[in-house]
């Protein structure tokens, strides 16, 4: 994001493409690019627009947890946020030990994972 509180299209584009969120070129007709249509610049405000209705923030939490979740347990693991930070290009050279740090700092049943309720306490932070 820019300091003016905007992202670019072409970085909005790349996380949801990092993320595997677009259809490939063989079912870009079934799946077509969420990006489409999108001006050159976004408020970040206009994407998450809609987030103080409880259902909307609700759906879009979920979706959240989703990218996340990439084996559908129901629960994130340390690997799976290893895998999404470093889609984003966020990982800065973390090993497991600390991204496991990052797992506990919000794993409040202390089972090694973060459940959708935890994710849904660490979102509201």
């Given amino acids: 994001m820019e300091a003016n509180g905007k992202m670019k299209k072409d970085r909005v584009h790349a996380v949801v493409k990092k993320l595997g969120l677009t259809g490939g070129e063989e079912n870009s007709l079934n799946c077509p690019d969420p990006c489409d249509g999108l001006k050159e610049e976004i408020d970040a405000e206009d994407i998450v627009g809609g987030l103080e ?7 879009f939490l979920h979706e959240a947890f989703k990218i996340f979740d990439e084996d559908g347990n129901g629960f994130i693991e340390a690997v799976e946020l290893k895998r999404v930070l470093e889609c984003l290009g966020l990982d800065r050279g973390w090993n497991m030990g600390d991204i496991e740090k990052m797992v506990h700092v919000v794993d409040l049943n202390l089972d090694g994972k973060v459940d959708f309720s935890e994710f849904e306490l660490m979102m509201a932070l």
């Avoid at 209705?53 to 759906?59: I, L, P, Q, Y």
């Fill in 53 to 59: 209705d409880a259902s909307g923030r609700n759906e």
